[in-house]
């Protein structure tokens, strides 16, 4: 006659294991008290030494030191999300702040603050051409070194002819009638134009440059 524990699961006769039918169980064949299960190591948090080889078989020195790989995954792949949220909320409140900012620069009539690009993407010794405050009303942006940065309206006061940045010149030159001003100041050396560049406001946040107002000298 068979075991009794070993007998066919659809055997009517066989004997049951109170612990697989106890209390509040009864018909649920195959199932276990959860207090059964062993609660098996997260498998991200297991030590793996570099080798693979076992805990004891290590040298000395790695028991003493171990390097638990997965766990500094786990911890580099936290730290990366925590940046990452970090950082968009930080892009979100800074977007928010300038929407502020422009609707009462608005209520007061001042002019708006708009991104002209990243500071990455304009490497010393480069220009843009970038519109503000208007869609067709061009500017120049001007890196002539690292921590230094430069706009101009592009439009000449002589006779609006669209002028050129001359870098290692320390020059901004009109074409139109040889007109030119100076790189860090935007007032006429030479040629016809007798006013200024008129200067664009600039702030850096973020590593992102913004346009926020323009100032025209009287002279």
């Not at 524990?5 to 276990?32: F, K, S």
């Not at 766990?71 to 990366?80: G, P, S, T």
């Not at 020059?171 to 007798?194: E, K, Q, S, V």
Request: with cysteine; charged share 20%.
């Amino acid at each position: 006659m068979p075991d009794a524990q070993h007998a066919h699961a659809d055997d009517p006769h066989a004997h049951v294991d109170p612990h697989l039918n106890g209390p509040g169980r009864e018909g649920l064949t195959g199932t276990v008290p959860g207090s059964h299960y062993v609660t098996l190591p997260v498998r991200d948090q297991i030590t793996i030494p570099p080798d693979g080889r076992p805990h004891d078989a290590q040298p000395q020195w790695r028991q003493d030191f171990p390097i638990d790989w997965p766990q500094d995954q786990y911890v580099a792949r936290r730290d990366f999300t925590k940046f990452l949220v970090l950082t968009s909320l930080a892009f979100v409140v800074g977007q928010v702040s300038i929407g502020v900012q422009n609707l009462f620069r608005r209520r007061r009539g001042d002019l708006p603050i708009r991104k002209i690009a990243n500071l990455a993407d304009v490497p010393v010794g480069s220009s843009i051409v970038f519109d503000y405050p208007g869609e067709h009303e061009p500017c120049l942006l001007i890196r002539p070194s690292e921590h230094v940065l430069l706009s101009y309206s592009q439009s000449c006061t002589h006779l609006a002819c669209a002028v050129v940045p001359r870098i290692p010149d320390n020059c901004i030159h009109c074409p139109c009638h040889n007109g030119y001003f100076d790189l860090h100041t935007g007032r006429p050396t030479a040629g016809p134009p007798r006013r200024p560049l008129p200067k664009i406001l600039l702030d850096v946040r973020q590593g992102v440059v913004y346009a926020t107002g323009i100032e025209r000298s009287p002279t």
